[in-house]
C-alpha cells in the first residue's frame, strides 16, 4: 500500500456541513494526489500537490479545498457538503514512475 | 487535457485469454499504465509501459502501445476467477497526475 492511510474510511455527514479527509503518506513523497470515484466516470483528479504548501487545482475542484501543511499530511475539505458530493474518495502519492493509491473513503452526504 | 476511454465490460470463460482496450488522446503522455480494482478496495498498480516500447510482458500480462492509432491494450493469459475486477487504464499528464479511463468490468465465467 506504499504507506498511505486515508481517514476516515467512511462517513456520513449532513448537507451543508464541513468535512475533511486526511491522507497520511509514510514515505516522504513529493506528490500527493485526491481523485474521486463515481459510476461511469472512473477517477477524476480534485486536487494535487507537489510540496508542502504547493497545490494546484484538477478537473473537478469546485466545491472543494485542499492543504498541505506537512510532506506527509494531504487534507480535502469539502466546505460545504452537497448530496453530488457523495462519492468515494482516493488519495495517490508519486513516487518516479509509479503511482499508489490509498484504499479510499466512503463519503455519503445526506 | 488527455481524454482516456475503454469499452465497459467484457465476459470471459476461465482458462481464456482477456483482451481489455484503451484509446487516449495525449499522445504527450509519457507512461500509460493499468491497475486492478477489486470490489471495495483500492487501486493495484498492475502494470505500466513507457511511451518508447511497443510491448511490455510480465508473467500472464502483456501490455501492448500502438502509438499511432494511440492505442493501449492489456492481455491476460490464462484467465482466472481471481481476475474478475475493474481495470483502469490511466495516462500521465503534466504535473505527473493520472488520466483514468472509465474503467472496464471484467468478468470470467467458470
Known amino acids: 500500500d506504499a504507506g498511505i492511510t486515508q481517514s476516515p474510511r467512511h462517513k456520513v455527514t449532513e448537507t451543508g456541513t464541513p468535512v475533511t479527509l486526511r491522507c497520511h503518506q509514510t514515505?516522504?513523497?513529493?506528490?500527493m494526489y485526491w481523485y474521486r470515484q463515481d459510476p461511469g466516470h472512473g477517477l477524476r483528479l480534485i486536487h494535487y500537490s507537489y510540496g508542502v504548501k504547493d497545490t494546484d487545482k484538477g478537473e473537478v475542484s469546485d466545491g472543494y479545498s485542499v492543504s498541505r501543511s506537512k510532506t506527509e499530511d494531504f487534507l480535502l475539505t469539502l466546505e460545504s457538503a452537497t448530496s453530488s458530493q457523495t462519492s468515494v474518495y482516493f488519495c495517490?502519492?508519486?513516487?518516479?514512475?509509479?503511482?499508489?493509491f490509498g484504499q479510499g473513503t466512503r463519503l455519503t452526504v445526506v | 487535457g488527455e481524454d482516456v476511454e475503454q469499452s465497459l465490460f467484457l465476459s470471459v470463460r476461465e482458462g481464456d485469454s482477456s483482451v481489455i482496450n484503451c484509446t487516449y488522446t495525449d499522445s504527450s503522455s509519457t507512461y500509460l499504465y493499468w491497475y486492478k480494482q477489486e470490489p471495495g478496495a483500492g487501486l493495484q498498480l498492475l502494470t505500466y509501459i513507457f511511451s518508447n516500447m511497443d510491448m511490455k510482458q510480465d508473467q500472464r500480462l502483456t501490455v501492448l502501445l500502438n502509438k499511432k492509432d494511440k492505442h493501449l491494450s492489456l492481455r491476460i493469459a490464462d484467465t482466472q476467477t481471481g481476475d474478475s475486477a475493474i481495470y483502469f487504464c490511466?495516462?500521465?499528464?503534466?504535473?505527473?497526475?493520472?488520466?483514468f479511463g472509465s474503467g472496464t468490468q471484467l468478468t470470467v465465467l467458470p
Open positions: 514515505e516522504n513523497h513529493r506528490y
Open positions: 490511466a495516462g500521465s499528464g503534466s504535473a505527473r497526475q493520472l488520466t
Open positions: 495517490a502519492i508519486r513516487e518516479d514512475t509509479e503511482a499508489f
